[in-house]
């Protein structure tokens, strides 16, 4: 699938100086999502070191992963390959 705007949301938008936050959900898988280009929709919104918490899908299986603005040149945004959060429900 390609990049949905309607599921690319801000948390919190401070400005220059400040890492924004987004959230943003998709079907896709996180290998997708995490190659350079996937977000160039929202070039103008993102700055390097913006921090995007992605909800992505492996199969029908939900992962949880921040991914980190590692460039925007030209429109071309490029994230980083994303630290998965791990959850565990022990009851």
């Known amino acids: 699938m390609a990049f ?3 599921s690319f949301k801000a948390i919190t938008q401070y400005g220059q100086d400040t890492p924004d936050l987004f959230i943003y959900s998709s079907p896709d898988a996180l290998s997708v999502i995490r190659a350079a280009g996937y977000f160039n929709d929202r070039s103008v919104n993102l ?3 913006d921090i995007i ?3 992505s899908s492996t199969g029908g299986t939900p992962v949880h992963s921040f991914n980190v603005v590692n460039s925007n040149t030209g429109g ?3 994230v980083t390959d994303g630290l998965v959060i791990t959850a565990t429900d022990t009851n």
Do not use: A, G, R
């Open 4 to 6: 949905d705007i309607n």
């Open 47 to 49: 700055k390097v070191n």
């Open 53 to 55: 918490l992605v909800v």
């Open 76 to 78: 071309v945004v490029d």
